[in-house]
């Protein structure tokens, strides 16, 4: 992020915020400079604003920003009203796999106090780099991917929304991603988050998420103003053909539509596969 004045200062914060985060909440809270999401008068990128903006919630104990949001366009009010609630990660372990590259692993508590599984990739270089997801384990069976151009009003749809696990996915110079960890289901009407797009980490927008006999409750955190969208599955949710007839699915009493959703990466010599999703979407109501 350098040769331009913005990017230095950025550069510098975001490694003295991605080193001190052992000491957050031990010796101090992690306070990170302030996030600039404008495009106005700064001459970041909308890659470089993302990253700042995701390590920093992510990181930090707090979240400042000098913006005057009454000036924002569509884009930058998208991404704002995306870090709401401020997300409580506890962090796992933060490695630069490669110079300037960064891995952090980190946990957040569902609705219903279990932790959730997320892992975010900053590359700070200067160039694409190339970045391998985790391993299938107990609680990857399937990744769910967020990156900028998820909170744009146009967004990217050839990205994959979904990838199998030890796949292998490009990161553009200076562009973060961020992977919810999708578990296999227990059960075969199990009902399962498999992401959002309302919110800079997935899920983190969410009050209410669970099953209630043969319906499912879904309450959002008012204080997210974007339109929501969640992707859910009931059992089995990873199909190689569409010969699956899917099971009928209420929410807050109203039958939802569903989609068949590629998966990308041919990790672990997974087969070509589609993940059947649930759709549940509100606007904010006012």
Not at 21 to 45: A, C, E, H, Q, Y
Request: contains cysteine; aromatic residues 10%.
């Amino acid at each position: 992020m350098l040769h331009v004045r913005e990017r230095v200062s950025t550069a510098n914060s975001l490694v003295s915020t991605l080193t001190r985060w052992t000491m957050s909440d031990r010796m101090f809270g992690n306070d990170p400079d302030v996030i600039i999401l404008r495009n106005k008068n700064n001459k970041l990128s909308p890659d470089e604003r993302y990253t700042l903006c995701v390590l920093n919630n992510i990181l930090g104990s707090l979240v400042f920003s000098s913006d005057n949001v009454s000036l924002y366009g569509a884009d930058e009010h998208l991404l704002y009203s995306a870090t709401f609630p401020k997300v409580v990660a506890k962090i796992h372990s933060v490695l630069e796999y490669r110079t300037n590259c960064f891995m952090i692993k980190y946990f957040v508590k569902d609705p219903q106090g279990k932790l959730r599984r997320y892992t975010t990739y900053a590359n700070l270089t200067d160039e694409d780099q190339t970045i391998y997801l985790a391993e299938s384990s107990d609680d990857t069976y399937l990744l769910f991917a967020t990156d900028n151009d998820m909170h744009m009003t146009e967004a990217d749809k050839n990205e994959h929304l979904f990838y199998h696990p030890s796949s292998a996915t490009r990161l553009k110079l200076h562009e973060t991603k961020t992977f919810l960890h999708i578990p296999e289901p227990k059960e075969k009407d199990e009902l399962l988050f498999l992401g959002s797009v309302s919110h800079i980490v997935p899920g983190a927008e969410l009050k209410e998420f669970k099953k209630e006999g043969d319906q499912v409750k879904v309450v959002f955190n008012d204080v997210n103003t974007r339109h929501r969208k969640v992707y859910a599955g009931l059992g089995t949710y990873l199909h190689e053909h569409r010969n699956y007839v899917p099971p009928a699915f209420k929410v807050n009493g109203k039958q939802v539509d569903y989609e068949w959703i590629p998966v990308g990466g041919h990790g672990e010599g997974r087969p070509k596969s589609e993940v059947l999703a649930f759709i549940i979407e509100e606007d904010y109501d006012i």
